[in-house]
């Protein structure tokens, strides 16, 4: 007898995880399961990982988002959001999906593309992962060549750069130089879940300004 993927239930903060999944079978539970769906697909070397965000998670992920957004608008630096876009590669047999990825280095080269190739195009210069319920693991990341991978687990806000061939936790961003991000996003986040949204980004972005006039 065959499970059907409907009868597949993942609770909100939950996650599921099978193994020996080949990579048509990876393709075909992807396609099955559709665009509009709430959880997210992962896969590495065969394992697949299928996650259901919770609330909590997802109000993190918009608002810290947002907070970056808000850092390259004040320093008009073009950039390209891509959400939980599925990058995969059939070579590699990786396939991640970020809680939200930018193009911010390499905007440029993928201005206006409906299909992001990574056979031929780069990667998200910048991604970020909301570990509130889960830990993400480094393997997705690594292969697909994501120079940079920020991990929030609820309260701090862990940045990850890609040198030599590991990622090495860093005090500071190399997409935002000379801004203390991994200090600040965390209390201002915070500070939404007090204040409301739109007073935390106008007081945000006010900071982003002294920064730049510094």
């Known amino acids: 007898?065959?499970?059907?993927?409907?009868?597949?239930?993942?609770?909100?903060?939950?996650?599921?995880?099978?193994?020996?999944?080949?990579?048509?079978?990876?393709?075909?539970?992807?396609?099955e399961f559709g665009e509009k769906r709430g959880a997210r697909i992962n896969y590495s070397q065969g394992i697949l990982e299928i996650m259901a965000p919770l609330p909590e998670h997802e109000d993190d992920k918009v608002m810290i988002a947002d907070l970056v957004?808000?850092?390259?608008?004040?320093?008009?630096?073009?950039?390209?959001?891509?959400?939980?876009?599925?990058?995969?590669?059939?070579?590699?047999?990786?396939?991640l999906e970020a809680d939200d990825c930018f193009y911010i280095e390499n905007e440029a080269a993928v201005r206006g593309k409906k299909r992001i190739d990574l056979t031929i195009?780069?990667?998200?210069?910048?991604?970020?992962?909301?570990?509130?319920?889960?830990?993400?693991?480094?393997?997705?990341?690594?292969?697909?060549?994501?120079?940079?991978?920020?991990?929030?687990?609820?309260?701090?806000?862990?940045i990850n750069v890609w040198q030599e061939g590991e990622y090495i936790q860093c005090e500071t961003?190399?997409?935002f130089p000379g801004l203390p991000v991994g200090e600040v996003i965390p209390?201002?986040?915070?500070?939404?879940?007090i204040e409301g949204r739109n007073k935390t980004m106008k007081a945000f972005r006010t900071w982003v300004r002294e920064k730049i006039a510094e």
Request: aromatic share 10%; no cysteine.
């Open 173 to 175: 961003s190399p997409n």
């Open 121 to 158: 195009d780069p990667p998200p210069d910048l991604a970020l992962e909301i570990d509130i319920t889960s830990r993400t693991r480094f393997n997705n990341y690594e292969a697909l060549g994501v120079k940079e991978l920020w991990r929030f687990n609820g309260t701090k806000l862990e």
């Open 187 to 193: 209390e201002y986040l915070e500070r939404s879940k």
């Open 1 to 31: 007898m065959q499970v059907q993927l409907k009868q597949i239930v993942v609770p909100p903060g939950q996650q599921l995880l099978m193994t020996d999944i080949s990579w048509q079978m990876y393709e075909q539970i992807l396609e």
């Open 69 to 95: 957004k808000a850092i390259l608008e004040e320093y008009d630096i073009e950039f390209r959001s891509l959400g939980s876009t599925t990058f995969k590669s059939e070579q590699m047999k990786q396939a």
